[in-house]
Each structure stands twice: as structure tokens, then as C-alpha cells.
């Protein structure tokens, strides 16, 4: 009997450990994948397993996923004495001495915007977290820093040691606010800036038109990599030759949707002095209220793109570091203009604006509450 037992026991051991190493490796795809872009027979294949085999231990690829999930959590956030700017500090550097954990996050971040996701809970729930322990300790900053966090880590992901998003975060939490005229001033800027002009597609839209729009939503929803050229076709009913006939291939068509929704709406773009760049940057937050399909569009390539192995990581690179240029430039001129004091580095400055407004637009598919031109508008007042 004795030996009967050691037996189940022996195989049971194997099972855990076989199943521990189907996470192991699962974690390392889907941060290379996306959830969207993994197929769990191609999956099976890599690790020398058959599907049937995988699927013994885990039923459904969600199920691995949350899995996976439970065996990688966010590091918890500390609550050691010390002031409110050394704990968010702390919680960074933390944060950041597991960067597997963090690839994972940010693979998900993107495709998880849609409530369906299976990893859509767990993420609005890490954030939340994460929002609510921020706002203990600087009471009305609880959205704005959680976001700005985010952005600052896909800041760095695409331009490298240029960003520190520690030392981003450890200046700008250093900053006094602005005087009541400076921020009079900047909510005079504001105020007055033109209403920006939706986009309208084009009377009697072309077949282009149609494609570009409905590859937007299949890269929103699945994914760039999940998407396929057959599956953007069966969205429009056609042959998955026609769109082949208007774009030779899947990544020109992602050149192609990128070019699209970068087009008028690109603050890379913007034009003007520093003044204008401020009110045409503050039209493009108040209008994309109601663009919340090219929003969402953005927001998930973006971070999809974070890996430097995807199509369109040179693209956003790129973006970055115009977007970037132009603000730099532009709070220079402001403060030269005004006679004001720079709270902090212009470059810093540049870094923490777009931070702001790229995180707090992905933050709002998990909280839809946040209110970003109330958050930006408030943070304009403070720092500029």
C-alpha cells in the first residue's frame, strides 16, 4: 500500500512541476505575444508539448493566462514611514527590479481595454490599488500620478536611458506649484483656445477609407498580431484580396492605419509658438472627448508597439521624440515670453506632459471615471 501511495504522490509531483513550467514559459509568450497574438497550439509547439497535452492542465487559454496572473502579482506597495514623495519613490524602484512582471503588464495593458479581456479585471484592479494608495498620501494627485507613472515607464520603453522615470518622478513631485497669476495666465491660454475641428472622412468614402477603419478596430480589439488580414476582411464583407489590392501586406496596412490616425490630430505636428502649441495641444485633449474609438485605437498599438521586436515600435520612437521636441520648444518660449519660472527643466517638463496625457488616456478603459481634461488642465495650472 505504502508503495502504491509514493506512486500517486511521485505523479503528482510531476503534474505540479509540468504545470509550473507551462507558466514559466507561458509568462515569457505572452509578454513576446500579447494575450491576442498567442495561439495556444503554437504555444504547445514551442515548449515540445501537443495541445491536448497543455490543455490537460489548463482548459482554455484564459485560464493559462490567469494562471500566469497569479503567479506573477504587482509587487506590493509599500507602507514604510517616510514622506509621500520617498514611499511613491520607493514603490518605482520596487516595481522596477522585476521587469518580467512589468513586460507583462505593459503587453497587456493595451489589448486588456476592452471589458471582455480576461485580464481586464485583474489590471483595473492593480490600478485601482495603486490609485488609492497614491491618493492616501497626496490627497487629490491619486489618478494624475498613477498615470503620469505609467506613461513616464512607456516613455523609457520606447527612448531608452533618455527617460528616468524615477528621477522624472522624484523632480516633478519636488515642484512648487506655480503662482496664482502664472496659473491665471495658463487657464487664460486655455480658455481661449479654438475648438479643434473633427475629422470627417471624406464625402462618399472609398474602399481605403473603409479598410483603414476597420483594421483600427481589429488592431483595437485583437491586437496587432492576433489581426489578420482574412479576419479584417470578414469585418467588411469582402475578399480578403481587395484589401490586399489597396495594401501589399499587414504591416503596410499598420503603416497605413498609423499614418491615418496620426494625421491632423498629431500634436507631433502642432504649429506655432509656445502660447499656440498650448492651445492647439489643449483642443486635441478636449476633442479627443469624442474620439474615444481613435483614443482606445491609439492607446492599445502604443502599448502593443512597447516591445522593440514589433512592427510598429520605430514608428512611436520616432513620435516620441518629435512630440517631445515641440513641447520642449514650446515651454521655452512660454517661459521666456511671460517672465515665468520654470518649475522644473524644460526637458522634464516635455517628458511629464506627455506622460500625463498618454497614461491618463490609457488609464480611463479601466477607470472610466477620470475626467482627463479636468486632470490636465489642473496639472497645466501647477507646472507650467
Not at 470578414?234 to 489590392?245: D, K, P, Q, V
Not at 521636441?325 to 518649475?343: D, K, W
Request: proline share 4%; with cysteine; glycine share 6%.
Amino acid at each position: 500500500m505504502e508503495v502504491g501511495v509514493e506512486a500517486v504522490d511521485g505523479r503528482a509531483l510531476r503534474g505540479i512541476r509540468r504545470r509550473r513550467s507551462i507558466v514559466e514559459a507561458a509568462d515569457s509568450y505572452f509578454r513576446s505575444n500579447g494575450y491576442a497574438g498567442t495561439s495556444l497550439r503554437e504555444f504547445s509547439a514551442s515548449i515540445g508539448m501537443s495541445h491536448s497535452g497543455v490543455l490537460r492542465h489548463f482548459a482554455s487559454k484564459s485560464q493559462l493566462l490567469q494562471a500566469v496572473l497569479e503567479g506573477s502579482p504587482a509587487a506590493p506597495l509599500p507602507e514604510h514611514a517616510g514622506s509621500a514623495s520617498d514611499q511613491i519613490i520607493q514603490a518605482m524602484r520596487e516595481r522596477r527590479e522585476n521587469p518580467h512582471r512589468m513586460g507583462l503588464y505593459f503587453s497587456l495593458l493595451g489589448e486588456a481595454s476592452s471589458a471582455d479581456h480576461p485580464a481586464h479585471d485583474t489590471l483595473a484592479e492593480e490600478i485601482g490599488a495603486r490609485t488609492a494608495w497614491i491618493e492616501q498620501r497626496v490627497p487629490g494627485q491619486g489618478a494624475l500620478l498613477s498615470a503620469v507613472w505609467d506613461g513616464l515607464e512607456i516613455l523609457a520603453r520606447f527612448l531608452g536611458e533618455s527617460i528616468d522615470p524615477v528621477a522624472i518622478m522624484q523632480q516633478m513631485l519636488a515642484v512648487t506649484p506655480a503662482s496664482a497669476a502664472s496659473a491665471l495666465m495658463i487657464r487664460h491660454l486655455l480658455d481661449e483656445a479654438p475648438s479643434a475641428t473633427p475629422e470627417q472622412s471624406p464625402h462618399g468614402e472609398t474602399s481605403r477609407d473603409q479598410i483603414l477603419a476597420a483594421a483600427a478596430a481589429a488592431f483595437a480589439e485583437e491586437g496587432y498580431r492576433a489581426a489578420s488580414i482574412r479576419s479584417i476582411a470578414t469585418r467588411l464583407g469582402i475578399a480578403h484580396g481587395t484589401i490586399l489590392y489597396h495594401f501589399g501586406s499587414k504591416e503596410e496596412l499598420l503603416d497605413g492605419v498609423l499614418s491615418n490616425q496620426s494625421g491632423a490630430s498629431d500634436v507631433a505636428a502642432l504649429a506655432g509658438t509656445g502660447p499656440d502649441t498650448l492651445a492647439q495641444l489643449w483642443s486635441r485633449i478636449v476633442a479627443n472627448e469624442s474620439r474615444t474609438d481613435i483614443v482606445r485605437v491609439y492607446s492599445s498599438l502604443l502599448c502593443e508597439a512597447s516591445s522593440p521586436s514589433h512592427p510598429a515600435h520605430e514608428f512611436f520612437r520616432t513620435r516620441y521624440e518629435r512630440v517631445l521636441a515641440r513641447f520642449e520648444a514650446a515651454h521655452v518660449h512660454i517661459v521666456e515670453e511671460h517672465c515665468l519660472r520654470s518649475s522644473a527643466p524644460h526637458h522634464i517638463i516635455a517628458a511629464w506632459v506627455v506622460a500625463c496625457w498618454d497614461g491618463l488616456q490609457i488609464h480611463r478603459n479601466f477607470a472610466p471615471a477620470i475626467d482627463v481634461p479636468a486632470v490636465m488642465s489642473a496639472e497645466f495650472e501647477r507646472i507650467l
